[in-house]
């Protein structure tokens, strides 16, 4: 069972020490379905430069966490031409948009990819493909529909969520 959550940075908070990330995650980000909270960081985020995180789970393992944030929407737009390269390919990767972070994903099987992120740790995972590929849509597909519904006029993701809905009849036929 997976669990995908997209965190939007606390422009506010500067993040000195990855060590205590994980143990502090509300004092850095507040989470993108906390609609109250994300509208009040409307005046503080800079909307070219918006800091944030993916954390992504498979059942007990964790496969992204709050210490690789990123520019989150740069990294939710590249995560989907990954999977568009995958659905057409067979496999698809990228680099993370301002760090030295590379997914990849491939398929092994029928119904199994290979997930790895190649971080200071490397992360590698055998992976119900449809499950996770429908996992990723509906995170980013929530990240940028929250966004345009929080800040109307500030953001467009337009594309991005068409782009969704088209992969995701891909991944479906």
């Not at 939007?8 to 109250?36: A, Q, W």
């Not at 966004?147 to 891909?170: A, D, P, V, W």
Request: net charge negative.
């Amino acid at each position: 069972m997976f669990y995908v959550n997209t965190l939007i940075g606390r422009p506010d908070r500067k993040i000195n020490d990855l060590s205590i990330l994980k143990s502090n995650v509300e004092d850095y980000f507040v989470h993108i379905n906390n609609t109250s909270e994300v509208i009040d960081l409307e005046n503080l985020l800079d909307f070219d430069y918006l800091n944030g995180a993916i954390t992504l789970t498979y059942c007990e393992q964790t496969l992204l966490d709050v210490t690789l944030w990123d520019l989150i929407d740069q990294l939710w737009a590249y995560i989907l031409n990954v999977i568009e390269s995958f659905l057409t390919t067979g496999e698809g990767n990228t680099y993370f948009p301002d760090q030295p972070v590379k997914l990849h994903i491939k398929s092994i099987s029928g119904d199994l990819v290979l997930y790895q992120i190649d971080a200071d740790d490397q992360i590698k995972a055998v992976l119900p493909k449809n499950e996770f590929i429908e996992t990723l849509l509906e995170g980013a597909n929530v990240f940028f529909r929250n966004m345009e519904e929080c800040f109307r006029g500030k953001c467009n993701y337009q594309y991005e969520i068409e782009k969704i809905e088209t992969l995701r009849k891909t991944l479906n036929s």
